[in-house]
């Protein structure tokens, strides 16, 4: 800012000589010296000489290109320079900034994965990222300009110690002020908080981390203004928060918005980034299922999600968040098209072919293999809808979701689980066939769903659901019906109690169960 402003007029020189040689990629430096450059003796001086030439092949030309790349948060373009910086020049600011950009890596390698596959992955990449970023850290400990503190939470972060990343990252704020990095870092760590707090469905714990993080993040934004990796974070707070508010079943268009400010503010320093794009297709088709929820038209925003997924994969093609956000946006959409009498078969083959190409990786495996799931689930709906045998598609569903459960324990995997079988048991009904056997399977998966999350609204009304087929069943048997029904109002009480959200269909639901005890349905 300071150079456009006043280039013409005075000589400006950046306090800090490493920021300086990658300003020189992109503006027209004459000039650059400050009390540091004769503690540095005749390496800046030739290092400048060297930019001012073009010479980027050199290693403070790589090092300044790859902590450029960093600063926009593509660690895996940066890594290349880097490396190459590090082998002409093994330096303490060559081994900072290349360490991170391995811990950074090394965090999206192991990110979305939980259980024996995370541990799994951990250590087949531990060798070729961890182990290297961890020891590229320790050497930069001492870096002069660098906190100490920021370094041991950077390594503490990495190690999944979040608590510990947040005492560190607080140090390192007051030994330097200026350093906006720093409040990332605690950011980060109380993002971490924040998701496992969710859950585990601890709303008040996930708010206040998530309110915690704004603060700090608020902080990195007035020293850093401009900072990709500020405004990156502050998207994925937002998403998190978005996340926590439709889990509570009070997701708004306010909250909405906000995601999308925060995305529109992240692409003017990077507009073609894959995360960020992500976040964009995530924020658009989470809104279209709030609004299919509301019994709205989802069409534009889940066009929009899908738009947003197509334009991240032209830059990573085998990025699996968004294939995911690409497959689960297809599936909505299909969803509503089956809702509107329409055939869903077109998207939902879309999205069952774009998450089988995400599953050949293993990151986000038991989300992809519940979106999987998710769309053998749709089928064997409209196939049971139009008198086809859903017993197939049902099946693989349920393969699905025990293997996603296999790999972490979630209530979303259990209640989707839970919801297939309840499809599958009315097939049974209709066909003639006994439908208790798998009712019972279908009530277990929701019961362990509850135990995951006893705050999940949705398990409970559809637990309430399943229970009232079972009733409807046993009435028919001239057996008796009463405890599935009392237990039904009960789910259906939770669920109003938990969400707002839950009002439209407890309402149904509890219709149903006054005409079934009237003897009227």
Known sequence: EMYHHFRDEVVISCPIEGDCIPMMSVMDLQFSGTSNTAWMSDWYPRTFDLARQGRWSQAAGRLALGRGYLALGRPETARPHLEAAWRLAPEPDAAHALGLALARIY????????????????????????????????????????????????????????????????????????????????????????????????????????????????????????????????????????????????????????????????????PEHPEILGFASAAHRRWGARQMERGEDPQASLDAAIHRARQGLQQAPRDNALLNNFGTALRYRATWAMRQGRDPRPDLAQAQHALQQALERPRFRDFLLNNLGCCY???????????????????????????????????????????????????????????????????????????????????????????????????????????????????????????PQAGAEAARLRARLQRMRSGQG
Request: proline fraction near 5%; include cysteine; charged fraction near 25%.
């Open 377 to 499: 689930e749709l089928q064997a709906e409209w196939e049971e809808a139009h008198g086809s045998d859903p017993t197939a598609a049902a099946r693989k569903a349920v393969d699905c979701f025990e293997q996603a459960s296999a790999i972490r324990p979630w209530v979303g995997h259990r209640s989707s689980q839970g919801m297939t079988l309840a499809t599958l048991a009315r097939w049974e009904r209709r066909q003639g066939r006994d439908p208790q056997p798998t009712l019972a399977l279908a009530l277990q998966a929701f019961d362990q769903a509850l135990a995951l999350n006893p705050a999940s609204f949705q398990a409970h009304l559809a637990k309430a659901s399943a229970l009232l087929d079972r009733a409807d069943h046993l009435k028919a048997q001239q057996r008796p019906m009463e405890p599935d029904l009392a237990a039904a109002s009960i789910h259906l009480e939770w669920a109003a109690t938990l969400s």
């Open 107 to 270: 965090q999206d390698e192991v990110e979305g994965l939980h259980g024996p596959l995370r541990e799994r992955r951990k250590a087949e990449v531990g060798q070729e990222l961890r182990d290297p970023a961890l020891e590229l850290l320790k050497r930069a400990r001492n870096l002069p300009l660098e906190s100490a503190a920021y370094v041991e939470g950077m390594i503490a972060l990495v190690e999944d110690r979040p608590n510990e990343a947040q005492r560190r990252a607080r140090e390192a704020q007051a030994q330097l002020p200026w350093f906006h990095e720093a409040w990332i870092l605690e950011a980060e760590a109380l993002r971490v908080e924040a998701s496992l707090a969710l859950g585990r469905g601890d709303h008040a714990a996930a708010q206040a981390a998530l309110d915690a993080g704004g603060a700090v993040l608020v902080q990195a934004l007035e020293i850093a203004r401009s900072a990709p990796s500020v405004r990156l974070a502050e998207v994925q707070r937002r998403m998190l928060q978005f996340q926590l508010r439709t889990d509570q079943g009070r997701a708004s268009l306010e909250d909405h918005a906000a995601v999308l400010a925060a995305v529109d503010q992240a692409l003017k320093t990077d």
